[in-house]
């Protein structure tokens, strides 16, 4: 099988390339090479004869085009998207543009590519989605995939219209698509704007840890290899047309979240000011800041078999030594836009 992933220079997109790849099978890996992507995620892979690279914008129709007849993939694998919350507070165009018209020109390229092949019923177009996209949860409930849309942010709003584009180039062309929507994800090479990769490095660098609000909101954390193996399971074996979530079964507070980063880092590399935990810091919460995600897995586990191997507390651990073994990587980062600055407060100012 010849897999075609977008943004498979990102976070989860390259966790999702180096499995592949190590799997035996081919891909073609397209990347714009945006502030959060790094080739050095895949420098792995990037000589394996099984693996190509495309610089390429999903918003070019016509380079997506010309990357479907160049390499005529077997299925596509759509992860590249805006993703950052704080980010589409601030600037919410990219967001539109990007994870709306760009799924709008990946579904019109793979259409006319498989319907050139003969719309061949093996063709998978698989879109990977967010949990934010149903709202907030109260303090009971899970998120199944028959929960209503309800998205709250630029970000969520804009998947959660890509997640409907997909779901009618299905039902209008009978374009083969599966989807599958997840909860946070972390782990190694995750681009530090997020959460944990945040609290890591400025407990590292001896700075404030920033918690928004009372850090009372509550995720479910899915390690990032679990939720490749998920994906590639969907794609080779889903039901066409069927969605699937996809959670890690680790809901935690985010201020219990920080605190066992902090346990973690005192006993592997230890301050000798005191413990990390003093470091932790309440800040003002972001707008709009969704109170609860989780996910109900029920149907991934029953009718694929899968199910989250890593629990939060081995995967934080391994997460931690991850960024402790691999500084050039991150402070290779540390002078991109935005990492190191509050973002995503300006809806609260006024500005």
């Known amino acids: 099988m010849k897999i075609l992933v977008t943004g498979g220079a990102g976070f989860i997109g390259s966790a999702v390339v180096r499995m592949a790849i190590g799997r035996g099978l081919s891909v073609v890996n397209v990347d714009a090479l945006t502030y959060a992507a790094c080739l050095e995620n895949v420098a792995d892979v990037s000589g394996n004869p099984n693996y190509a690279f495309e610089k390429a914008d999903i918003r070019d129709r016509a380079g997506l085009q010309r990357i479907f007849a160049a390499h005529k993939p077997d299925a596509v694998m759509h992860l590249a998207a805006e993703s950052h919350v704080d980010r589409s507070i601030d600037g919410p165009s990219d967001f539109i543009d990007t994870n709306i018209g760009g799924t709008f020109n990946m579904l019109e390229a793979a259409r006319a590519y498989w319907e050139e092949s ?75 704007e997020k959460l944990i990769p945040v609290v890591i490095l400025n407990a590292l660098a001896g700075k404030p840890i920033p918690v928004y609000g009372k850090g009372e909101n509550i995720r479910d954390w899915l390690y990032v290899e679990d939720h490749a193996e998920a994906l590639l399971l969907v794609l080779q074996k889903g039901e066409t047309g069927r969605s699937y979530n996809i959670g890690g079964d680790n809901e935690r507070r985010n201020i219990d979240l920080v605190r ?7 006993q592997k590399r230890p ?3 005191g413990a990390y935990s003093e470091l932790i810091s309440f800040v003002t919460d972001r707008p709009g800041h969704d109170l609860r995600y989780a996910i109900d897995a029920t149907r991934i586990r029953e009718e694929l078999g899968w199910r989250p191997s890593v629990s939060v507390e081995e995967g934080l651990e391994r997460t931690v030594q991850w960024y402790l073994d691999n500084e050039p990587w991150w402070r290779a980062l540390q002078d991109r836009s935005g990492v190191g600055q509050r973002l995503g407060i300006k809806a609260g100012s006024g500005k």
């Open 118 to 192: 003969g719309r061949p019923d093996s063709f998978r177009f698989h879109h990977i989605s967010t949990d934010e996209v149903y709202g907030s949860l109260g303090e009971t409930g899970l998120f199944t995939e028959e929960t209503a849309y309800d998205p709250r942010s630029p970000y969520s709003a804009s998947k959660a219209a890509s997640d409907h584009l997909v779901r009618a180039w299905h039902e209008t062309y009978g374009l083969p698509v599966v989807l599958t929507n997840c909860s946070n994800n972390y782990g190694p090479y995750h681009f530090p």
């Open 271 to 273: 301050r000798s000011e």
């Open 260 to 266: 066992t980063i902090c346990a973690v880092l005192d």
